[in-house]
């Protein structure tokens, strides 16, 4: 990632899928009822070849309320992870998942991605993006 640049979410090169294996912190935007941004940190995971990114999370917390707001068609949101000039950003339809396996593997994901095995949580929901838009710059 020389430039600032458009990718697509299903077939990114190298060296963008490549900063999104390494650990990051990462920003979570959803939209509030009244149109404002709600930016979180959150952990992600990115799976171009499902084309979703992944944030487990509590189903109690802010993030989920709003997108459970947006209804059946998911809420438009954006995921982004910043390391210097470095940045990367996925965007796309959230929809909150309570399936077990849905969580389960969203779990997998994040103990691959950062190194730790989540703590158990019965309260824990993932929060799936559909992904339609990738940019960067490296």
């Given amino acids: ?46 799976d171009p070849g499902a084309l979703l990114a992944r944030v487990i999370t509590n189903r109690t917390s802010a993030k989920v309320r709003h997108v459970l707001a947006a209804g059946a068609e998911g809420a438009p949101v954006a995921v982004c992870q910043v390391d210097g000039r470095r940045w990367a950003t996925l965007e796309g339809r959230a929809v909150v998942r309570t399936e077990r396996a849905h969580v389960a593997e969203a779990e997998r994901r994040y103990a691959e991605r950062y190194g730790r095995t989540p703590s158990p949580n019965p309260s824990r929901v993932v929060i799936e993006i559909a992904l339609t838009r990738a940019m960067g710059r490296g």
Avoid at 8 to 32: A, M, Q, V
């Fill in 1 to 46: 990632m020389a430039t600032t640049y458009a990718v697509d979410p299903g077939n990114p090169d190298d060296s963008y899928l490549s900063f999104w294996r390494e650990k990051h912190l990462c920003t979570l935007t959803t939209l509030r009822p009244d149109g404002t941004p709600h930016l979180v940190p959150v952990g992600v995971t990115y």
